[in-house]
C-alpha cells in the first residue's frame, strides 16, 4: 500500500526529496523518475529507480493536479510541468493482485460502496497469484482515514457472494 503524505518523520521527508533530486540532477533525467525507497532501522533504503510511471504513483489518477501519465507525456513533448499538488489532503492505494480471483470474480460492486474510493482494473487475463490486476484508490482528511478506506474497499472485494437462485 502507498500511502500519501508518507507517515514519516519531517527529517526523512526532506532527505527522501533531497535524495530523489540528487539522482535525477546525477542523471539530467527529463522525464517522470520513481525513486523507490524504504526506511530501514530508521535510515533510507533506495530500492529502485524506475524511468517512467510507477505504480507507486498511480494515485495521482485520482488525488493529484496532474497524473504521473500526464507529466510524462509533458515532459516527453518539451511541454511545461503540470502542478503535481493534491487534490485531496491524503490518499492510500492498495494494488489489487490475483489472489483476489482465487474464489471468483471480485465483488467490485462492493468496493466501490466505500465512499471517496476509486477502482482502476488493469484489462488483464489470466489473473495469477502476485500479478497485479489493478488499484484501488482512496482519499481522505489524514493518512490514516484514506488508508482506512483502501484497506475497507480491497476487503469489500472478498465479500461474501449472494447464492446464486
Known amino acids: 500500500m502507498t500511502v500519501v503524505p508518507a507517515r514519516v518523520a519531517p527529517r526523512l521527508r526532506d532527505h527522501a526529496v533531497g535524495l530523489a533530486m540528487t539522482i ?97 482494473r488493469y484489462g488483464k487475463r489470466g489473473a495469477r497469484t502476485g500479478r497485479k490486476m489493478g488499484h484501488l484508490t482512496a482519499w481522505g482528511a489524514s493518512p490514516e482515514a484514506a488508508q482506512v478506506r483502501a484497506e475497507q474497499g480491497r476487503l469489500q472485494l472478498s465479500a461474501a457472494r449472494p447464492p446464486a437462485v
Do not use: I, K
Open 24 to 120: 535525477a540532477d546525477a542523471l539530467d533525467y527529463v522525464g517522470v523518475l520513481a525513486v523507490e525507497m524504504f526506511v530501514v532501522d530508521g535510515e533510507l533504503l533506495v530500492n529502485e529507480l524506475a524511468p517512467r510511471p510507477h505504480n507507486s504513483g498511480h494515485w495521482t489518477l485520482d488525488v493529484a493536479q496532474t497524473s504521473q501519465f500526464e507529466q510524462q507525456v509533458r515532459a516527453v513533448c518539451g511541454l511545461s510541468l503540470g502542478d503535481t499538488s493534491m487534490t485531496q489532503p491524503a490518499a492510500a492505494m492498495t494494488n489489487l493482485l490475483g489472489e483476489l480471483w482465487d474464489h471468483g470474480e471480485p465483488r467490485w460492486d462492493q468496493a466501490l460502496l466505500v465512499s471517496h474510493t476509486a477502482l482502476h
